[in-house]
């Protein structure tokens, strides 16, 4: 007999599920950890303060969901430049900095988030992580039943069980871990292209070549539609419980509260930094930075791949 209470074995985008306190604590668990692990730039004093007084920050986070007037507090920018060689010149302010042309000549426009908005997307993200991450399938299987079965992403994997058959997956919500290791799912990601390239170069003649190409998507994050994503989560769920009839049906509720917390706007005082940026002005989208963005993007572009494997 299960020691879990029946209502949270199957978390699904209802409402009841985003203002529930027991759902936002595990949500906030999983976004604290995360965040010392990773925002190299986080406020752990924000972060202490929120454990000391965690019931009733709780309280006020459910209160807001449920009565409907939640709104995301403003993000901070913190301008990062992204990995480059560096060099001493003295053509350079402070006598160095990135080598000209290189990446790290482009600022990354990082957003830091309170615990409050991280909490609360984290808790939209543990509705949905069975649904997107099915969808997404299993980034265990080996590069060739990958392809049969449609598996296309590797990257900020929710960290999953799966099932015997290899495809239906179950986040575990109640632990602290979020996304999988990153050398486990990339290992899959690097070996899959060279894999699949010996299959198809064993069906061709001798002389052929077989090209591998590598694509990438410029400030991906910076440009999601937040309404075409939610429509994207609504699909991507409703093809959800096609499989799956004992999965609860979403409610309005929950998709009219996800464009709420999911709708980041900036600090008046830093778009002054939008000059910084590429465009010259702070971008829109997802914030790099939040915990939930990774998962997010995926659910995102889970349609592109099968539409260009189609082609």
């Given amino acids: 007999m299960s020691i879990v209470r029946e209502k949270y074995l199957n978390l699904a985008p209802r409402a009841e599920y985003l203002h529930d306190i027991v759902v936002l604590a595990q949500a906030w668990k999983k976004s ?39 709104q995301p507090k403003p993000s901070c920018v913190v301008p990062a430049p992204k990995n480059a060689p560096w060099v001493f010149s003295e053509s350079l302010p402070g006598g160095w900095g990135p080598k000209v042309g290189s990446a790290g000549s482009v600022l990354r426009p990082l957003a830091h988030l309170g615990i409050r908005e991280q909490t609360v997307a984290t808790a939209l993200m543990l ?24 598996v296309y992403s590797y990257g900020n994997r929710l960290y999953c069980n799966w099932s015997s058959e290899g495809n239906r997956a179950r986040f575990s919500w109640g632990n602290s871990n979020t996304y999988s290791r990153y050398f486990q799912d990339y290992q899959q990601f690097v070996v899959r292209p060279n894999a699949m390239a010996r299959v198809v170069h064993t069906q061709k003649a001798d002389d052929e070549l077989v090209y591998i190409v590598k694509l990438d998507l410029s400030a991906f994050y910076d440009n999601v539609d937040v309404d075409r994503l939610v429509t994207c989560l609504q699909r991507e769920y409703t093809a959800f419980r096609k499989s799956d009839k004992s999965r609860p049906a979403s409610d309005a509720a929950f998709w009219r509260l996800a464009r709420q917390v999911l709708s980041f706007s900036w600090r008046e005082q830093d778009r002054a930094l939008g000059h910084l940026f590429r465009d010259e002005k702070l971008p829109d989208g997802l914030p790099q930075g939040l915990v939930a963005s990774g998962f997010l993007a995926n659910a995102y572009m889970l349609r592109i791949p099968v539409t260009m494997r189609r082609t």
């Avoid at 010392?36 to 007084?53: F, G, I, K």
């Avoid at 509705?127 to 449609?150: H, K, M, R, S, Y």
């Fill in 127 to 150: 509705c949905l992580a069975d649904c997107i991450e099915t969808a997404q399938g299993n980034p265990a299987e080996t590069p060739e039943q990958a392809v049969v079965n449609g």
């Fill in 32 to 70: 604290h950890t995360y965040i010392r692990r990773h925002n190299w730039y986080a406020d752990t004093l924000e972060l202490d303060c929120s454990a000391v007084d965690l019931d009733n920050k709780l309280g006020e986070w459910a209160a807001a969901l449920l009565q409907g007037d939640y």
